[in-house]
């Protein structure tokens, strides 16, 4: 497996074919916000595709993606997920290993994953757990500290793979850098607590 950096077409397509499936509308950005974004250099866009199947020369076949929000070497996963007919084979896995490597000059690799605690039905509780579980079993850290970015809580874990883990006060501002970079001030003090 590898990652490819994708095209404006394929983003849009992605979206509108699983990114929509995938997150609920109160966690997905508009289309033209991602689009504005990546103009901007400030969001990547990465899809995973099988190396030994894949060519430049057609469409490629994603098995999954993850989207970026980039502040000059400070990173934040905006988006990541597996194809339903892909997952449970460890591509998610796959995934998060590919990333740590593309951006292996990264200085550090945030990651929001929802609030177990906060969880409204026995049901979401364990869905968030197995998240939380899953970023921590491949290698990312808690970093004790949670956030509300539109209304949803949110725990922060960092790659370890960095070249060095942050303090806690470290990791609030860099995301409050990361989200000041993405949005209007207004916005951003509305919708973004740490």
């Known amino acids: 497996m590898r990652l490819i950096t994708l095209t404006p077409e394929l983003i849009c397509s992605n979206y509108e ?31 995973l595709v099988d190396e030994s199947d894949y060519t430049e020369s057609q469409a490629p ?31 998610g896995s796959e995934l998060l290993k590919l990333i740590g490597t593309e951006l292996s000059n990264a200085t550090s690799i945030l990651v929001e994953v929802e609030d177990p605690s906060s969880s409204s039905s026995p049901e979401e509780l364990e869905t968030r757990e197995r998240r939380l579980s899953f970023y921590l079993r491949n290698g990312l850290i808690s970093t004790g500290v949670n956030a509300l970015c ?14 060095r883990l942050h303090s806690q006060s470290e990791i609030r501002k860099l995301y409050k850098l990361v989200y000041k970079t993405m949005l209007p001030p207004k916005m951003y003090e509305e919708n973004i607590k740490v």
Do not use: T
């Open 61 to 91: 076949r994603l098995y999954g993606y993850a989207y970026l929000i980039k502040v000059g070497e400070e990173y934040l996963i905006d988006y990541l997920a597996i194809y339903p007919e892909y997952r449970d084979q460890g591509l």
């Open 17 to 47: 074919e699983h990114m929509c499936e995938d997150f609920p509308p109160v966690e997905l950005k508009p289309l033209k916000n991602i689009l504005l974004a990546l103009e901007k250099g400030i969001y990547q866009c990465f899809g």
């Open 150 to 163: 539109f209304s949803v809580p949110y725990r922060l874990l960092e790659f370890k793979s960095v070249p």
